[in-house]
């Protein structure tokens, strides 16, 4: 059976496919089948399954572990070597990511996951400017990829060039009207330049396509925060957020590259000084509840280093 699934999975999975809800079950039984499977009689190809299933499910050591036996199995498995880099990457290893990426581009110098995995790696240490070079190159090379523009987007939204940022998300999202994430990308691009009326319909169309999560919520009570007379709104998102997941501030400011999280640490301490500023929105209980939230999480965060 595991045979027959691998066969009708495996090319979505090399691609990196977004799978739809079947394909996911698919992937699920699979990977059950393989686990039961003795390690010393899977296949490369089972286990780069293995690998893939850790990966998705943010296991990141599991999944180097996995791909490393797809490599000893086969060690011109060039897919292994890009999805391993992937991992690194998720682990901030960008040394082993690096050479993952060399390997896998010495092994075919076409793929364009491969090459895209690079410029994520370029955009991961800080090096923006070779980062928006290389993706400039990309987009040009694959003028149809939409990861590509969304790549592009962040590249300059992270060096704080907002306005620069808008045309390749809205490209991205010209190409993939229905991946929430472009729609998340580019209403903080809004949000981050100045412009909160414009960054909310993008992230509440986000939260449609994607769904409700604490980071939705997070992000629409950013945006609340600082459209007039939306207190009560904002500690609500707020709230469903920290609810969710108590520390998900900490954890964003100790992945996130330094500007980023020192980006949204003083946006933050700004949304609180702005609180002693009343702005007619119906009194002070949901002000005080939102700064006594905002104050006790950014302390949290600050205390974890």
């Known amino acids: 059976m595991s045979s027959d699934l691998l066969r009708r999975l495996l090319p979505a999975l090399l691609e990196n496919r977004t799978l739809n809800e079947s394909g996911v079950r ?43 036996e797809a490599i000893f199995e086969n060690e011109s498995f060039e897919a292994a070597f890009r999805f391993r880099a992937s991992a690194y990457l998720e682990q901030r290893k960008f040394d082993e990511a690096g050479k993952d990426l060399d390997e896998a581009l010495r092994l075919d110098p076409t793929y364009a996951d491969a090459k895209y995995e690079r410029i994520r790696l370029l955009y991961e240490t800080d090096r923006d400017a070779d980062a928006v070079a290389a993706a400039e190159a990309f987009t040009a090379e694959y003028p149809d990829n939409s990861r590509g523009y969304a790549l592009l987007g962040s590249i300059l939204e992270k060096a704080g060039k907002y306005a620069e940022s808008l045309p390749a998300f809205d490209k991205a999202i010209e190409l993939e009207d229905d991946n929430g994430l472009y729609f998340t990308q580019r209403g903080l691009a809004h949000y981050f330049g100045g412009q909160p009326a414009l960054a909310l319909p993008d992230l509440l169309t986000a939260q449609k ?31 469903r957020a920290f609810k969710r997941d108590p520390s998900m501030l900490k954890q964003f400011a100790a992945s996130a590259s330094s500007t980023e999280a020192t980006r949204l640490l003083g946006r933050l301490e700004a949304v609180l000084a702005g609180l002693d500023q009343p702005d007619g929105d119906g009194g002070r209980f949901y002000r005080d509840e939102l700064k006594a939230l905002l104050s006790r999480k950014l302390a949290e965060t600050r205390a974890a280093g």
């Open 26 to 68: 698919m992937l699920q039984k699979l990977h059950a089948e393989i686990k039961r499977k003795p390690s010393g009689s899977r296949t490369d190809e089972e286990w780069f399954v293995m690998g893939y299933f850790s990966l998705q499910t943010g296991d990141h050591a599991e999944a180097v572990s996995h791909f490393s």
């Open 209 to 239: 396509l994607s769904g409700s999560n604490q980071v939705t919520h997070f992000n629409l009570g950013l945006v609340y925060a600082e459209l007039g007379g939306q207190i009560k709104e904002a500690y609500r998102q707020f709230e």
